[in-house]
């Protein structure tokens, strides 16, 4: 951005007040002395949980319903460090989601079935 401004044909002073830079930063710029930094994306960390990503896969294929606390404290007893938020992370991805039972409602005809929450009262009903 100091290139193309100066490129542009303005002064050392200008392009410090224009960018709100003291004129000495402008004349290292200039000169080469500061580059530009390269960011590059960081490399991947190891997950803590990785190695004991296949034992917890076998153990849920096994058996299903196995809690998540169990499986947490079976592999902290082989050694795992981690936090049971990274493991229950691990199982809820691996798991399938839930799915609520659907309800059936039932339709009765008018005045047969009568709701009434959190009251008295005395109805007669005749055929």
Do not use: N
């Not at 991947?44 to 294929?61: G, K, N, S, T």
């Not at 609520?100 to 009262?121: L, S």
């Amino acid at each position: 951005m100091i290139h193309d401004l100066k490129r542009q044909g303005l002064s050392v002073s200008a392009i410090a007040r224009q960018l709100g830079i003291d004129r000495k930063t402008v004349r290292k710029h200039l000169a080469g002395g500061v580059k530009a930094p390269a960011y590059k994306p960081r490399p991947p960390r190891p997950r803590e949980l990785e190695p004991y990503e296949p034992y917890l896969l076998e153990r849920i294929a096994l058996y299903p319903g196995l809690s998540a606390k169990r499986l947490f404290r079976e592999i902290t007893a082989m050694g795992f460090a981690g936090g049971y938020t990274t493991v229950t992370d691990f199982l809820r991805s691996c798991r399938p989601p839930r799915i609520k039972p659907f309800e059936r409602r039932f339709e009765t005809p008018a005045g047969r079935q009568a709701q009434v929450d959190f009251a008295q009262f005395k109805a007669e009903f005749t055929d």
